[in-house]
């Protein structure tokens, strides 16, 4: 485990202060879900993801979608793919961490249709096509991101199939919370 140099005292509530400089290397915002681990004789924290919570539900969605059809289908968390399908995308883009254009689509809440060939990154994978980009917004929280994908152009008849599935997951994980 790495050792910051940094210490904090635990206040009279129990609580501690990460630093700053920290939360902001590890991609951590205000009101976030931390995991808390004990581990031996140590204390783990780790950024909790309330969409990864629904794994299954969010895998059969993607898969049905996508055989439906035929778009290739990414649903990420604010860091990472957590689930895929499609000919083009297939699981060698699952877990992969999001670019910064796409972590400011999430932070921006806006959607996103591309009109020409537009590339995001997926860790070191490139990925070039045309893009429906909606954000997964549960209870005010931006959440992660539904992307549907092709090589060709989307037909317009599609942004409805993005926004449901925004709006299943949003709902799905804002019931359970």
Known sequence: MKSTGVFRKIDDLGRIVIP???RKTMGIRDGENLE???DDDDIKLRKHSLVNNYQGFINDLVNSTNN??????????RDKVIACAGSNIKNEFLNKQLDNNLKAIIDERQNKVSKELDKYFFENKELIGYYMIFPVI?????????ILYSKNQIDTNYLVVAKLLSSLIANKVDISC
Request: hydrophobic share 50%; no cysteine; charged share 25%.
């Open 20 to 22: 700053k400089e920290i």
């Open 36 to 38: 808390i681990i004990i």
């Open 68 to 77: 439906i059809t035929d778009l290739d289908i990414i649903v990420t968390d």
């Open 138 to 146: 549960s209870d005010g929280n931006s959440l992660g991101l539904v």
